[in-house]
């Protein structure tokens, strides 16, 4: 079990960047494959990147691509979505996930999560 707390949201100009943080409960971090989704109002809750469970293996949305990093710190317990060039589109509410894993295996469907963040609001305006 791990609890998952996410900050860095806020309201920023487009072109701006923003860094998301999400810090795990559990010093066993290292065994969870983390993800990083968004929902806006309206719309279905959307892939933006994900990480394997010791880093170094890495997907990100293709609305993101080039714009978004996704990094980790297993000795912190973070997981870090470092958002550059940010655009209107982005605006939405990000979540931080996480899954058990005992593969290098990236997901990026959200029902292969099974731990949540409460969510940390992002909002880009022109």
């Known amino acids: 079990q791990v609890q998952l707390v996410e900050s860095g949201g806020g309201s920023v100009q487009a072109g701006g960047s923003l860094r998301l943080s999400c810090v795990a409960s559990?010093?066993?971090?290292?065994?969870?494959?983390m993800g990083w989704f968004r929902q806006a109002p309206g719309k279905p809750r959307e892939f933006v990147a994900a990480i394997n469970n010791v880093g170094g293996v890495s997907k990100v949305g293709d609305s993101v691509k080039g714009r978004f990093i996704i990094s980790r710190d297993n000795a912190k317990n973070m997981l870090v979505l470092q958002m550059n060039s940010l655009k209107v589109e982005d605006t939405a509410v990000y979540y931080c996930?996480?899954?058990?894993?005992?593969?290098?295996?990236?997901?990026?469907?959200?029902?292969?999560?099974?731990?949540w963040g409460q969510g940390t609001q992002v909002t880009v305006s022109s």
């Open positions: 996930a996480a899954r058990w894993s005992y593969s290098d295996f990236v997901k990026t469907d959200p029902n292969e999560y099974t731990h």
């Open positions: 559990r010093s066993s971090f290292s065994s969870y494959g």
